[in-house]
């Protein structure tokens, strides 16, 4: 079965650094990937998606890579402030049954 | 936009109690989903619903019911309580094209279910 690895342990960065936060699979390669946001006590929000034959996506002070090679996606935030602190959920699309299926997250702290 | 709202949003449930978990969405989506959270784990999918009257399981369905008799509602019913279904379910809706097509899915404010 498919299996996804997000960093388990807490990321924590200074104010100002960029925060790279890794995603990665097992087996097949996904037809997307998407990531969230997630703050304590809320659901999760959407960031970003990018599709398999995506190498990059960008938004604003965000930026996701996509290497099915490694079999990895990178989640970038530039310019990283306080608020950014929050734990990141990626999710990745499989055409084979159909499924959207999610990472246990990582939580990043963004110090100031 | 209320978007999608879930109640209650704390329930404290005896083994063997029943109750429903209630989720509205208002944006006329058709894809409905409820997903369970447990700590170090992601978010696992327990039923969806691609329109009313069309249910479907999930990765863990076992222990819980769903109907969809409008677009608007997808509530979620535990039938006899579980310490194991102690955990947080977010209720998600998207458009009728998701999640095939990636389009955004978005997640109600959850719900904390304790069974003991």
């Known amino acids: 079965s498919q299996k996804i690895e997000q960093n388990s342990e807490a990321l924590n960065i200074q104010e100002g650094k960029t925060a790279t936060l890794t995603c990665n699979y097992t087996?097949?390669?996904?037809?997307?990937l998407q990531w969230y946001r997630q703050d304590p006590g809320r659901g999760p929000v959407f960031l970003l998606l990018i599709r398999e034959n995506e190498k990059e996506k960008r938004k604003e002070r965000l930026k996701v890579t996509f290497d099915t090679t490694l079999k990895q996606s990178l989640f970038h935030i530039t310019a990283s402030q306080p608020a950014d602190s929050a734990t990141y959920l990626c999710?990745?699309?499989?055409?084979?049954?159909?499924?959207?299926?999610f990472g246990q997250g990582t939580e990043l702290s963004v110090k100031p | 936009n209320a978007g999608v709202t879930q109640t209650p949003k704390f329930q404290v449930l005896k083994t063997g109690q029943s109750m429903t978990l209630q989720c509205a969405q208002d944006m006329n989506h058709e894809y409905m989903s409820w997903y369970r959270q447990d700590p170090g784990m992601g978010l696992r999918l327990i039923h969806y619903s691609v329109g009313a009257g069309i249910t479907d399981q999930g990765e863990v369905p076992n222990g819980y019911n769903v109907s969809r008799s409008t677009t608007e509602d997808f509530p979620l019913r535990l039938l006899s309580a579980a310490p194991s279904q102690t955990s947080v379910y977010f209720c998600?809706?998207?458009?009728?094209?998701?999640?095939?097509?990636?389009?955004?899915?978005?997640f109600g404010e959850g719900s904390w279910l304790t069974v003991v």
């Open positions: 998600a809706s998207s458009r009728d094209d998701s999640p095939p097509t990636g389009n955004t899915i978005y």
């Open positions: 999710a990745l699309f499989y055409n084979q049954g159909g499924k959207l299926i």
């Open positions: 087996n097949y390669s996904p037809a997307y």
